[in-house]
T-cell receptor, first 113, second 112 residues
Framework: DQQVKQNSPSLSVQEGRISILNCDYT??????FLWYKKYPAEGPTFLIS?????DKNEDGRFTVFLNKSAKHLSLHIVPSQPGDSAVYFC????????????FGTGTRLKVLA | EAQVTQNPRYLITVTGKKLTVTCSQN?????MSWYRQDPGLGLRQIYY???????DKGDVPEGYKVSRKEKRNFPLILESPSPNQTSLYFC???????????FGPGTRLLVL
């Protein structure tokens, strides 16, 4: 049972435009969400996170939005750059009862120059 | 340089031959974790450790063992590898469970 889902395996966006990556979750106990970015032959690196008490968090070109009622979060990259081409994973964790991290299946973003 | 190291980076083995993938971090992190990455399945947590001598199962622990005898090291042990354990493995560490995880470069394992 996939508790964190990224339904788009890939996404292509023109340089300078907005990239929107989506993530859905099923477990209402999740209270913290993260996005990681992964280049080929490297380990994932942390990008941005959001607590369930917020609905938006910004860091430069990256903004994460959380809709708790819909159990949905999205990562917006504006403007997109060729260096953003990577696989993006969303992840979730709960602060009660378990110390696991649940990752999604990933979305491969390609930013076209 | 603060980092998480994994060895070996690439490994080809045969079914049933015990192997260990080492993971070491130099950041004095308490939380350490192992993940596997498979096409279409994303990253799945195998085991994690909250601190020395404290380990627990993640979502896919079957066929794996871990130990945490020292804070810096968190080896992943495959007692009797099988072809379905062919995967890309990542070790990660963080100051605590609620802190940012730092990932190692990955170990690509092929079990024939």
């Amino acid at each position: 049972d996939q508790q964190v889902k990224q339904n788009s395996p890939s996404l292509s966006v023109q340089e300078g435009r907005i990239s929107i990556l989506n993530c859905d979750y099923t477990n209402s106990m999740f209270d913290y969400f993260l996005w990681y970015k992964k280049y080929p032959a490297e380990g994932p690196t942390f990008l941005i996170s959001i607590s369930s008490i917020k609905d938006k968090n910004e860091d430069g070109r990256f903004t994460v939005f959380l809709n708790k009622s819909a159990k949905h979060l999205s990562l917006h990259i504006v403007p997109s750059q060729p260096g953003d081409s990577a696989v993006y994973f969303c992840a979730a964790r709960s602060t009660s009862g378990t110390y696991k991290y649940i990752f999604g299946t990933g979305t491969r973003l390609k930013v076209l120059a | 340089e603060a980092q998480v190291t994994q060895n070996p980076r690439y490994l080809i083995t045969v079914t049933g031959k015990k192997l260990t993938v080492t993971c070491s971090q130099n950041m004095n992190h308490e939380y350490m974790s192992w993940y596997r990455q498979d096409p279409g399945l994303g990253l799945r947590q195998i085991y994690y450790s909250m601190n020395v001598e404290v380990t627990d199962k993640g979502d896919v622990p079957e066929g794996y063992k871990v130990s945490r005898k020292e804070k810096r090291n968190f080896p992943l042990i495959l007692e009797s590898p099988s072809p379905n354990q062919t995967s890309l493995y990542f070790c990660a560490s963080s100051l605590g469970y609620q802190e940012t995880q730092y990932f190692g470069p990955g170990t690509r394992l092929l079990v024939l």
